[in-house]
């Protein structure tokens, strides 16, 4: 229930008008109340009753009775349609002000929770998107909200608003006769028993359907995602059958979830005519028998009493709707309670640019306990100097960028920005001092304008256009039909894997970044594209620090220091020519590469 209060305090804000929604379901209830009190003055009119007793001071019904019955049938017939007009008028106004309201609340509350998640996700460390599935993910977002969103519409709004009718048909009741209520009263306490253990058993399960359905939407994401490798090896039956089997899983779990919800409304409507029937035996015998009982009050009981079924029925089926909804908030709170890894520590400083080097002191790195990635790393990259990180694949080389813009933090040693810790650096100054260009490009479904000036909103369309000559990107930009207002489609799939490579460099070039970080930058494109970004990057050193990671050796050979990794340990540290007469690693990894081209 905790989780159920914690996700009702976003309810908080909008306050004023949850309470107005609150006042016209207050309304709507008396009004309802009415109308059923209305069967009174239309009994007696038929049993051409010209009198009633006289009301006690509390006794609304009994006034609007003695109001409308008169001596003549005719005026007694127009005061009661008067009054049945003006009852169910007004409770329409009410049900429609109600409905409203209530609908502006829920969409409010789903929107902040939505933005929440959002603004969270952002918030959140590089690691926790590795360790998670954006179709996990995206279920969040999507599919746990909107059962949130049931969960307040059909869940707290529909309990609150059927209380209320069931309070006043209550009032009624006892109004009609406190003897028959007795009755209607004793099965209450069977049913709200029966809401409480439906609703045990609703909750553990619905937590197993929306694990079900975020299966189903990974399943679908990978599979869009990597649609071109599904194609190529003719793996579409594999995929189809992955996904007929999640959405098999999905359907047995919803269908056992409903099993136990569909069985509220059934099991109170029935107690409800046990209660009805035994109503029915026992106010014919005050009527026929004891004439303790008046025609009048016993149909305004018994409607009333009917009446009684469907709150109680909409309140047991609301608990299936509250069910899901706290399954789907505790998984939301899940991801709103995660702690990110790297924060700002409380006395962080700004950087204020980058005035000398960045040094790296002892640096050692894991993913997971006792899986060592990085050891010992040291050595120091000077402002203005072009350092080069080689290796063999799975040497570390990326992980060790990764650390410099501090999407993970070093378990040993630390790596320092002109003498100070990264960890004393606010992280949002560290990184706008640096540029990064990596070999998967990940451009969004966008013009390219709006790409290459992604991270710098003010930019202006001449400094777009700069920047992109400064990449080689302009020409091949002119000649797509729509320019620089062209769609590049999701992932940038409507441009070639070195067009997209250029306009990352264009992105980068346009922040005008102090460090400059190159990831395999040309590893996957092909010779005339290499050459064009080659060309590019050229540019872009003059002025700059540069860290480059090369797959291929050859674009190497004019950095001022490379430094070669092998098992997360560097093992070699010197110019192109040095270490080629070192005769060590880094001379069999180029020997080896010219070789095979060759």
């Known amino acids: 229930m905790r989780s159920y209060l914690r996700l009702l305090s976003y309810v908080k804000p909008y306050w004023k008008l949850f309470t107005c929604a609150c006042i016209f379901m207050v309304l709507l209830a008396v009004a309802s109340g009415f109308s059923i009190g209305m069967i009174s003055p239309f009994?007696?009119?038929?049993?051409?009753?010209?009198?009633?007793?006289?009301?006690?001071?509390?006794?609304?019904?009994?006034?609007?009775?003695?109001?409308?019955?008169?001596?003549?049938?005719?005026?007694?017939?127009?005061?009661?349609?008067?009054?049945?007009?003006?009852?169910?008028?007004l409770k329409g106004v009410f049900a429609y002000l109600h409905r409203y309201l209530s609908i502006v609340v829920e969409q409010k509350v789903i929107r902040d929770i939505r933005?929440?998640?959002?603004?969270?996700?952002?918030?959140?460390?590089?690691?926790?998107?590795?360790?998670?599935?954006?179709?996990?993910?995206?279920?969040?977002?999507?599919?746990?909200?909107?059962?949130?969103k049931y969960s307040i519409a059909n869940g707290l709004i529909t309990v609150l608003r059927e209380s209320l009718l069931v309070l006043v048909y209550i009032v009624i009741v006892i109004w009609a006769s406190w003897k028959l209520a007795l009755i209607s009263f004793g099965l209450v306490p069977l049913c709200m028993s029966l809401v409480v253990f439906l609703g045990k058993?609703?909750?553990?399960?619905?937590?197993?359907?929306?694990?079900?359905?975020?299966?189903?939407?990974?399943?679908?994401?990978?599979?869009i995602s990597g649609i071109k490798i599904v194609k190529a090896f003719a793996a579409e039956k594999l995929e189809i059958d992955k996904f007929y089997k999640n959405t098999l899983d999905y359907l047995k779990t919803v269908i056992r979830f409903e099993r136990i919800g569909v069985l509220g409304p059934p099991l109170t409507e029935f107690l409800g005519v046990i209660a009805a029937s035994l109503i029915l035996w026992y106010g014919g015998h005050q009527i026929l028998v004891a004439k303790t009982l008046s025609p009048d009050r016993f149909f305004v009981f018994l409607a009333a009493s009917l009446s009684l079924m469907h709150p109680l029925k909409c309140i047991s089926s609301a608990n299936s709707a509250i069910q899901h909804g706290i399954a789907a908030a505790e998984r939301i709170f899940n991801i709103l309670d995660?702690?990110?890894?790297?924060?700002?520590?409380?006395?962080?400083?700004?950087?204020?640019?980058?005035?000398?080097?960045?040094?790296?002191?002892?640096?050692?790195?894991?993913?997971?306990?006792?899986?060592?990635?990085?050891?010992?790393?040291?050595?120091?990259?000077?402002?203005?100097?072009?350092?080069?990180l080689v290796g063999p694949s799975g040497a570390g080389k990326t992980t060790?960028?990764?650390?410099?813009?501090?999407?993970?933090?070093?378990?040993?040693?630390?790596?320092?920005?002109?003498?100070?810790?990264?960890?004393?650096?606010?992280?949002?100054?560290?990184?706008?001092?640096?540029?990064?260009?990596?070999q998967e490009t990940i451009l969004f479904d966008d013009t390219i304008a709006r790409n290459i000036g992604y991270g710098k909103e003010d930019a202006s369309l001449d400094e777009i256009r700069e920047a992109a000559r400064l990449a080689n990107a302009h020409q091949f930009i002119m000649n797509v039909p729509e320019g620089y207002e062209a769609k590049v489609g999701e992932r940038g799939v409507r441009l070639s894997g070195g067009e997209r490579q250029r306009i990352a460099i264009a992105r980068s070039v346009l922040r005008?970044?102090?460090?400059?970080?190159?990831?395999?930058?040309?590893?996957?494109l092909d010779s005339e594209s290499e050459r064009l970004i080659q060309q590019a990057i050229s540019r872009l050193l003059r002025g700059r620090t540069v860290i480059v990671i090369a797959h291929r050796l050859s674009t190497v050979r004019n950095a001022d220091k490379i430094v070669v990794l092998d098992q997360g340990r560097v093992v070699e540290k010197g110019s192109h020519t040095e270490l080629i007469q070192a005769h060590g690693l880094y001379k069999r990894l180029y020997?080896?590469?010219?070789?095979?081209?060759?």
């Open 43 to 89: 009994v007696n009119a038929i049993f051409n009753k010209t009198s009633v007793e006289i009301p006690s001071r509390f006794d609304v019904i009994g006034k609007i009775n003695r109001y409308i019955i008169t001596p003549s049938p005719l005026e007694t017939v127009k005061r009661l349609i008067a009054v049945i007009l003006g009852v169910f008028f």
């Open 115 to 148: 933005n929440q998640i959002y603004r969270q996700l952002h918030n959140l460390s590089l690691s926790f998107f590795h360790a998670e599935k954006v179709g996990r993910l995206t279920s969040r977002v999507t599919h746990d909200v909107q059962l949130v």
């Open 201 to 223: 058993k609703l909750k553990k399960r619905s937590a197993k359907t929306q694990e079900k359905m975020a299966q189903v939407t990974s399943t679908l994401q990978e599979t």
């Open 338 to 388: 995660k702690e990110p890894h790297i924060t700002d520590a409380p006395d962080a400083i700004k950087a204020d640019g980058f005035k000398s080097s960045i040094s790296l002191k002892d640096v050692g790195f894991e993913y997971e306990p006792g899986c060592e990635v990085l050891a010992g790393v040291s050595f120091e990259i000077k402002k203005g100097e072009m350092v080069a």
């Open 400 to 438: 060790l960028v990764d650390l410099i813009m501090r999407f993970y933090e070093p378990v040993e040693g630390r790596i320092e920005l002109d003498g100070v810790d990264i960890r004393k650096i606010k992280l949002q100054s560290l990184r706008r001092i640096m540029g990064n260009v990596t």
């Open 512 to 524: 005008n970044p102090q460090i400059l970080i190159f990831d395999e930058a040309t590893a996957a």
């Open 591 to 598: 020997d080896m590469q010219f070789r095979d081209e060759a």
